[in-house]
């Protein structure tokens, strides 16, 4: 078999596969540039697939969050339960840790869910990652989602590197319609958002 390589050579580039993959589609992409909000429509696929590329706060500490809709983005405030747990090291290397993340996560609430704590907006910091959301448009079943975020936590002694674990549920039974992206303060300075569909 043949070795397929990406001529545009970075994920960030991509708008077009040369090679077939089976059920997965690049439905949407957005490019951040000073965004508010940045938002996707989601329809009948089984599974959403998200990836964050190098997503830069306008705001030191910003914290990238989401939230759905399910009356086509007039309200995003689906009522969500949902568990996290971060791994972390600091740049000396000195502060290893491994914690779960009350302040982040949601019991049967309607507010926005944290995919990463503070992210540091220097020039040369950022955060990436990615998320799953199962079955959106099920009118039977709650919609249950997964994530999993890099980023560069600044401190005042020392900065971190954090891996964040997100997953959890939409607790309804209506169809999600949309899918909102923002920061916490301020916008999402720069950075890409692709969303592929499954089925």
Known sequence: MALTKLNNKAVA???TLPVALGDMVLVSSATASGSATIDFTLGDYKE???YFVNIHPS???GIFQMNFSIDSGSNYNVTKTTTVFIAEQSET???PGLSYQTASDLAQSTSFQRLTTLIGNDNDQSGSGSMSVYNPSSGVYV?????????????????FSQNMFTAGYANTTSALTNIRFQMSSG??????ILMFGIN
């Open 13 to 15: 580039n991509v708008t």
């Open 48 to 50: 959403y697939q998200f």
């Open 59 to 61: 705001v030191d500490g």
């Open 93 to 95: 290397g000195t502060f």
């Open 143 to 159: 919609k249950h989602f997964i994530a999993t975020t890099q980023f560069y936590y600044p401190d005042a002694v020392v900065d």
């Open 187 to 192: 916008n999402i300075d720069a950075g890409k």
